[in-house]
């Protein structure tokens, strides 16, 4: 065995045990995401959707999460899962906030209050630890192995570990392979060894995909109903738009993401103005799943992801529903008065 084979065996096995060593002291490392952020809220006020913005408003200190001028009080995990209650900005009431901050000092998310209402906030780091720090990007690589070991079905401090096992293991047992193959072939003996093409592109399969880039503000919220996806009614005509938008779901412990193609349209025909995120949920009273929205993305954009709790006070099964997805076309039209529609696509929320 060549002592560069060696370095490259001391090199993953370093990783395997660093990554491990990382995941059993996660809580610690919360504190990476300490800092001062500005902070920004929207709610929908009488003129409309409103955004409201507090500079220097939003503190996590050592993993807990407060505000100047007081009113917040909350955590942030090891994963960037983010936490906390404060007033209502509707008033009256207390409000829950959650949603992700990741580790370049962006975060956003959505709260409720007890009366229902709701809204989006952002978050974005001004000071506090930043840089490419050697905890920084342990950290990074903690968060990839522990979305990899939730899609595999773990969670908690366990998830890092199995995410590793699931992609560092197979790597190792890859190079002992073919390191065995190059020292045989060395001595003039062939060995023949095969691979199934699934196994040598684990590594690509499992790994997540990235986080969209959060919004410069926070996307205002509607409040339509019901699980139509087509919205305007409106019969187009030859060429005809497609009928549903193909989406995929990647679910873990609280978290989705979602990804989907560009509907085919004629450009000379259609325009694409982008895509509305939206959540189909229970609300008090309700019969049927309400329609949330969630995200305004443009039209560049082909994914989004984020993180919800799933609680059973309005329904028995879950108060979420699934997420519905749609692009909005606009079509060209020579009197000046064009049509949009809403093309889209559904996925539920597992059981």
Known sequence: MSSKSDRVFLL???LFGGLVTAQATAPAMAASFDGTYDYAYNLNGPDGWETHRVPKGFIVSQGRISSDPPALSGSVDSSGSARFEGPSPYGGSVAVFTGVIESDGTGEGTYEDQQGLGGRWTVTRVSGPGGFSIERILYSLVGLFS???????????????????????????IW????????SRRSGTTTKIGFRREQSNLASKLAPPPASEPQEQPPPIGTPTGPSLLGTGVHW????????LDLRAT????????????PPFDAGTYQLDGYVVSRMQYRPGSTAPEKLQIAQLSSQETQWRGSFTQTYRWNTGGDIESFVVEAVLRRFSSTGHPGTARIGGIAYVPP
């Open 12 to 14: 993953l096995m370093v």
């Open 251 to 262: 679910w873990g412990v609280g978290r989705v993401a979602l990804r989907w193609d560009p």
């Open 176 to 183: 002992a392979v073919t390191s065995k193959l190059r020292v």
């Open 237 to 244: 005509g030859p060429p005809d738009p497609p009928s549903s």
């Open 147 to 173: 979305d990899i070991g939730e899609m595999l079905g773990a969670s908690g401090s366990t998830a890092a570990v199995i995410g590793v096992a699931a992609v560092v293991v197979p790597l190792i047992a």
